[in-house]
């Protein structure tokens, strides 16, 4: 048998186990956003620029100083919520991380689903008088 048949042979329980990745990556992916985008503006701008893969020089410089910062919680500036937005920060670029960040979202969604919900622009309560 040819290397080539080989390839062949094997070539669809590769595409499967590609796109079933591939899917559960885009699936983090709006989960990811669907919480990014419950942030106020700023934040949500800066978060975006810093997942977009262009961003790894300052993701990961700022994911570590999160971390570092984390750890210095006694002080009154820090805090240990900046210990997981780091770990979320440096998921973009490690594997392992990214394994992490996937069941952390799977946690969240089972415990706070309202979290995950497509959020619709809050209406007026004000009622129209004519």
């Known amino acids: 048998m ?18 079933a990745r591939e899917g559960a990556a885009a699936h983090d992916g709006d989960r990811l956003h669907r919480l990014v985008h419950r ?25 570590l100083l ?6 210095l919680a006694i002080l009154p500036i820090f805090g240990l919520w900046m210990i997981p ?26 415990r706070w689903p309202h979290l995950f919900a497509h959020s619709h622009k809050p209406t007026s309560n004000k009622e129209e008088t004519t």
């Open 2 to 19: 040819s290397h080539q048949d080989t390839r062949d042979r094997y070539a669809p329980f590769r595409l499967t186990t590609r796109t």
């Open 39 to 63: 942030l106020p503006e700023r934040w949500r701008a800066a978060i975006h620029w810093l997942r977009h893969p262009s961003a790894r020089w300052a993701r990961i410089p700022a994911g």
């Open 66 to 71: 999160l971390i570092v910062g984390g750890c």
């Open 85 to 110: 937005l780091g770990l979320f920060l440096l998921a973009e670029d490690v594997p392992l991380l990214r394994r992490l960040r996937k069941r952390t979202l799977d946690w969240l969604e089972r």
